[in-house]
């Protein structure tokens, strides 16, 4: 377990102090695929380097497992940091080295015999499908290749926690999307606690449990995926995560008189039904759609629709009604109606 208590980190300046954190309280169980999501400059970075200790928070605590990193001796903090591997946007491969040889650095450095460290690092390669690339260099390899040896390498002290520092942002969707589900069965055959640093949302929605929105330095909402895309509370979320269904006055002022505009909102409902296509099957009424902003998470929907509903006002509201009997579909009136 992971416990964050009172965490705050000043950076002193030329022009003055800087709060990167601001009395960040946090609790990540065993286990769990934690994602701390936020624009550029929120202070995820910072985060994500406290927690190892890598930056020394200015105030709080970081608690892993019962032991306060703080309170550490540098040789105990050495030790313990083996066991909270870290990846990077940028790989940090060494270019030099094969990626055997980088696979087989931090045993080298914890003293682990070559022959010994040779046979784990072949397994890791294994493990993170590139078993013909042990004598391959990092400039020979893909982004997604290089990432895949980076993980092998951070898993090669058998670490408790893994570290992901905007370790997808670098790579193409269908990298991104490899990579992530690299990570994920990693996390369900060991479990590894895998704490995601991301501005990305699809990240996020692909293979976290639970969510913690930072803005400014603070933590500003948290909880599980599925209840933060459903009703974020803050502006920060909402910028994150809430859909962009909404339309801006301009667009607002194009509709005409009788137009019948309606906005959806999806707070859970199933998808294997869908709502325009059964509408028009149960009840012959077309609908057009102005605009979306849905995604699936674990089976349910979650985001917004802005449809045009039939000039007919009983269509239109024979529409209305059959939207809102739905679950999990929240209906608010744009215009008409």
């Known amino acids: 377990m992971i416990e964050l208590k009172h965490l705050s980190k ?10 990167a954190l601001r009395d960040i309280n946090l609790t990540i169980p065993e286990g769990m695929v934690y994602g701390i999501i936020g624009m550029s400059g929120a202070g995820k970075s910072t985060l994500v380097r406290c927690i190892n200790l890598l930056e020394r928070p200015t105030e709080g605590e970081v608690v892993i497992d019962g032991e306060e990193m703080g309170s550490l001796s540098p040789a105990e903090l050495r030790a313990r940091r083996q066991k909270i591997a870290m990846i990077f946007q940028q790989f940090n491969l060494l270019m030099q080295r094969s990626c055997l040889a980088n696979v087989c650095f931090p045993m080298e450095l914890a003293g682990v015999k070559k022959a010994e460290a040779q046979k784990r690092a072949r397994e890791l390669l294994q493990t993170v499908g590139l078993p013909d690339k042990a004598a391959a260099y990092p400039a020979q390899l893909s982004g997604g290749q290089r990432q895949r040896v980076a993980i092998a390498r951070a ?4 670490p408790k926690v893994l570290l992901c520092d905007e370790a997808t942002s670098a790579l193409d969707p269908d990298t991104t ?3 992530l589900s690299l990570i994920q069965d990693i996390n369900r055959r060991t479990g590894i606690t895998v704490v995601v640093i991301t501005h990305q949302m699809s990240v996020v929605e ?11 330095g603070r ?22 995560v809430a ?8 667009e607002m002022a194009s509709f005409a008189p009788d137009d019948h505009i309606i ?30 902003d849905t995604r699936d998470i674990a ?3 979650f985001g917004s629709m802005m449809l045009r509903l039939p000039r007919d006002v009983s269509e239109a509201r024979s529409a209305a009604d059959y939207i809102r009997a739905q679950p999990g579909v929240t209906v608010e009136e744009v215009t008409g109606l």
Request: charged share 20%; with cysteine; aromatic share 4%.
């Open 219 to 240: 933590v500003v909402e948290e909880g599980t995926v599925q209840d933060i895309f459903a009703r974020p509370k803050t502006a920060a979320a909402r910028r994150l």
């Open 206 to 216: 692909a293979i976290c449990d639970r969510v913690a929105i930072l803005d400014g």
């Open 243 to 250: 859909p962009a269904g909404g339309r801006t006055a301009r």
């Open 299 to 301: 089976g349910q929907c």
């Open 155 to 158: 898993l090669a002290t058998d």
């Open 10 to 19: 000043t950076f002193q300046m030329k022009d003055g102090a800087v709060e």
């Open 177 to 179: 999307r490899s990579i």
């Open 263 to 292: 906005r959806l909102t999806f707070n859970g409902s199933s998808t294997a039904k869908p709502l325009v296509a059964s509408l028009a099957a149960e009840t012959g009424i077309l609908v057009s759609v102005l605009s979306a």
